[in-house]
């Protein structure tokens, strides 16, 4: 089976501030998805990011971007000009393709709190 | 356009007892997947359906059933409560069973189990 590692319970960062969250998975998969979820405390999951295993260019959106080294198994989020609606639980997770199983496989999160 | 739906949005329950979770998918979603997210943990994939067939199941036991209806929407059952059960459930809603990688989730219910 799959597994999400994120080895940071806790980080914080500066307002406009960069700071990198990390990830690492373990597979046998040659192609699957990967994702960073955030989940304020209102509870719903919002999707950040993500990223297809076959592409070798990392995934960018606005302020978000990862670092995806598929041989290392490494998926790190790196978020630029942090602002305080940043303040969340971020959670990687794994998705295998449709023929081989559908569900998410997630991490146990990372709690980031933006210091004004 | 409503996003994923849950009902309800918090709940309290007796060992022993039944509980009855609902979720509504976004409308043109025929994908509905449970998870669990006990405190302090990522959720953990119970079920998925498509097309109101099961299509995957989690490491859960029996007493977790769930069913999808003709309209895409979706019930999570849990008979003989126990402690441990006590968790936010998550309603995941997707376009399609296959080929579609994104979900979009619903706000959970928290359910107590005292």
């Known amino acids: 089976a799959q597994t999400v590692t994120q080895s940071q319970p806790e980080m914080s960062v500066q307002e406009a501030e960069t700071v990198t969250l990390s990830c690492t998975y373990d597979t046998s998969e040659s192609d699957y998805y990967l994702f960073w979820y955030k989940q304020p405390p209102s509870r719903q999951m919002i999707l950040v990011i993500r990223?297809?295993?076959?592409?070798?260019q990392n995934a960018t959106e606005n302020r978000f971007s990862v670092n995806f080294q598929k041989a290392a198994k490494s998926f790190s989020l790196k978020i630029s000009d942090s602002q305080l609606g940043d303040a969340a639980m971020y959670f990687c997770a794994y998705r295998s393709l449709p023929n081989t199983g559908n569900q998410f496989y997630f991490g146990t999160g990372t709690s980031l709190t933006v210091i004004p | 356009d409503a996003g994923v739906t849950q009902s309800p949005t918090h709940l309290i329950k007796t060992r022993g007892q039944h509980v009855t979770l609902r979720c509504s998918p976004i409308s043109g979603h025929k994908s509905v997947s449970w998870y669990q997210q006990v405190l302090g943990q990522g959720p953990q994939f119970i079920f998925q359906y498509y097309e109101k067939e099961e299509r995957g199941r989690g490491n859960f036991p029996d007493r977790f059933s769930a069913r999808q209806f003709p309209n895409y929407s979706s019930e999570l059952n849990v008979n003989a409560l126990l402690l441990g059960d006590s968790a936010l459930y998550l309603c995941?809603?997707?376009?399609?069973?296959?080929?579609?990688?994104?979900?979009?989730f619903g706000q959970g219910t928290r359910l107590t189990v005292v």
């Open positions: 990223q297809e295993a076959y592409k070798q």
């Open positions: 995941a809603s997707s376009l399609i069973g296959t080929g579609d990688t994104e979900a979009f």
